[in-house]
């Protein structure tokens, strides 16, 4: 069995933690986006409206660069709700992740505008 850690804003961390109960395999913590302290690497790193208001572009793409390894793969659910943010965002990513790109939604679940931003190859020290 894998393990999952689960991340959110402080002031949900409750409603974090009553979710994680559910799953004996999850753990729940603070990210904060840009934090220089010694992170964990993760293979795969899934966010879902992290950048629904990114208020940091630089601090997000370095903290999903600071969780990545050099096999990790990360899928961003996006919506165009920004403009001009999550291409600066992007651009910052395809400086630290040597493929960057832009996926259709797959899922049953469709959201129309929700797209996925995928990320691999974790580039050397940035």
């Known amino acids: 069995s894998k393990h999952v850690h689960l991340t959110d804003l402080p002031q949900l961390q409750p409603l974090l933690e009553n979710n994680a109960r559910q799953a004996p395999n999850a753990s729940v ?52 709700r920004l403009t001009g943010f999550i291409e600066k965002f992007e651009s910052y990513m395809r400086g630290m992740f040597a493929c960057v790109e832009r996926r259709e939604a797959d899922s049953l679940n469709k959201n129309p505008g929700v797209w996925i931003l995928f990320a691999s190859g974790r580039l050397g020290d940035q």
């Not at 629904?52 to 165009?80: M, Q």
């Open 29 to 80: 913590g603070v990210l904060e986006w840009g934090s220089n302290e010694s992170v964990k690497k993760f293979d795969v790193i899934i966010g879902a409206d992290v950048v629904a208001s990114i208020y940091d572009s630089y601090g997000l793409a370095k903290t999903i660069y600071n969780l990545a390894n050099e096999d990790s793969r990360a899928y961003l659910a996006c919506k165009d």
